[in-house]
């Protein structure tokens, strides 16, 4: 493809996505490049918000329990989100966030695999992956973490291991790990596998089951659009709902939560994962973001994302060259996800010089600029014009004007 505006033009006429953006209220001369942290906001949000506060909650009060179906949002949310990851809609319950869906997985994880004490994952590995990891092996007591690069885990991977934890796409990186190929080594050696999807889900296509994964969590209010702090997701596969036990055995995980008995007595299926009272309103507010993916052929999805990916790297490479940026992402668009890193020294205040001119991306300590291409609501030409404003920060170096250097609490 010839690298002009006109040629960025043709092919947002061809894209076979492009009614999506209507969907979605974004301001106007804003170029979004972080729907990996956060989702734009989908036009039917609002009203559908409104009408659970003024309508259900408002007028329906606690009715709306049963009359409105709040406490069938957790599996109708799930089942939606089932869809987008190759399970079975029985298979995701829509509950809590990532960072509590982990714990719960992990261990039931390794309840299932008595005698194993180990859990692998990657150092680097987003955040609040390892610290939870961590405290649940010191309440443990006698598990242990071991963080390998990612090369060197199907070595790695022997008859102690209990639990594989990878993050599917790298938070930093945009990485694509093989879930089906480490799935299959995990399950060789008898372990279990837990995905984190929060940069997967509503990104590529997703086939849990075509991997045989075991377990997996997920974000909802990145590429699923749910809004900020949206509840999150956590995937069992079937064959292993019956073994499954949280240690967060709340009410609403129970059997029969209406009956107030005193026992613990573990829901059907994945009613089980459930702790507490939902979040209505978040869950709604998400419940009404999935029908943006409503008919969508995730394998265009995919495609467009790979085509925006790239086009941003070849017009970085053609155009900010002098400005010693390293791309930090793998080149290759089939072995990431849908975003791209740069590194630069300097990378905090080039995004906030970045940001003054309405292309928002973020920053990621040390040196990290990520864009998030959200295929959805990203169109070529915003491509373009966001590298295009990236090469005015540069040249002019707006960038070390020192109001771009005071770090915000969220970078
Ligand atoms: C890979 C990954 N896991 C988990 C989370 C966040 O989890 P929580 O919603 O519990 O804060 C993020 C957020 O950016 C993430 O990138």
């Keep these: 493809m010839s690298l002009t505006r006109a040629a960025c033009e043709a092919l947002d006429r061809d894209d076979p996505l492009a009614a999506r953006r209507d969907l979605f209220d974004l301001p106007e001369g804003l170029i979004y490049l972080d729907g990996n942290s956060l989702g734009a906001l989908p036009r039917n949000v609002g009203v559908r918000l409104s009408a659970a506060v003024t309508g259900e909650w408002g007028r329906g009060l606690i009715r709306s329990w049963n009359t409105a179906d709040w406490i069938g949002l ?3 949310v799930g089942g939606r989100i089932a869809r987008l990851v190759g399970a079975e809609a029985d298979e995701v319950i829509c509950a809590d966030s990532t960072s509590v869906n982990i714990f719960k997985l992990a261990a039931a994880a390794l309840a299932m695999r008595p005698g194993r004490k180990v859990i692998l994952s990657e150092p680097g590995n987003f955040p609040t ?12 007591g006698d598990v242990e973490l071991r963080t390998l690069p990612a090369d060197q885990i199907p070595a790695a991977l022997d008859d102690q291991v209990a639990l594989l934890l990878l993050t599917q796409v790298h938070y930093k990186t945009g990485r694509l790990h093989d879930m089906a190929g480490l799935t299959r ?17 509503g990104a590529l296509p997703v086939d849990l089951n075509g991997c045989e994964a075991d377990l997996a969590v997920g974000c909802g209010y990145k590429y699923l659009n749910g809004g900020p702090g949206a509840p999150a997701f956590a995937f069992v596969a079937r064959r292993h709902h019956e073994a499954f036990r949280s240690p967060l055995s709340g009410w609403m995980g129970h059997a029969r939560p209406f009956e107030f008995v005193d026992a613990y007595e573990p829901g059907q299926g994945l009613a089980r994962a459930l702790c507490g009272t939902p979040p209505v309103l978040g869950m709604t507010a998400l419940e009404a973001a999935l029908e943006a993916f409503d008919g969508i052929d995730m394998a265009a999805l995919r495609a467009k994302s790979m085509r925006l990916g790239d086009l941003f790297l070849d017009l970085v490479e053609a155009r900010c060259a ?16 849908s975003q791209v890193a740069l590194a630069h020294a300097e990378g905090y205040a080039i995004m906030q010089a970045l940001i003054a001119r309405e292309v928002i991306g973020d920053f990621r300590a040390p040196d990290i600029l990520r864009f998030g291409f959200t295929p959805l609501y990203v169109r070529h030409v915003d491509v373009w014009d966001a590298v295009d404003r990236l090469v005015l920060v540069m040249d002019q ?12 609490a969220v970078t």
């Design 74 to 76: 957790p599996a109708r």
């Design 129 to 140: 992956d390892l610290y939870v990891l961590q405290g649940l092996a010191e309440f443990a």
């Design 185 to 201: 080594r995990a399950h060789e050696v008898g372990a279990l596998t837990l995905w984190d999807l929060s940069h997967s889900a």
């Design 322 to 337: 002098a400005h010693g940026f390293a791309i930090a992402c793998p080149r290759d668009a089939t072995a990431r996800g």
């Design 397 to 408: 170096g707006e960038w070390r004007d020192p109001k771009f250097h005071q770090k915000a």
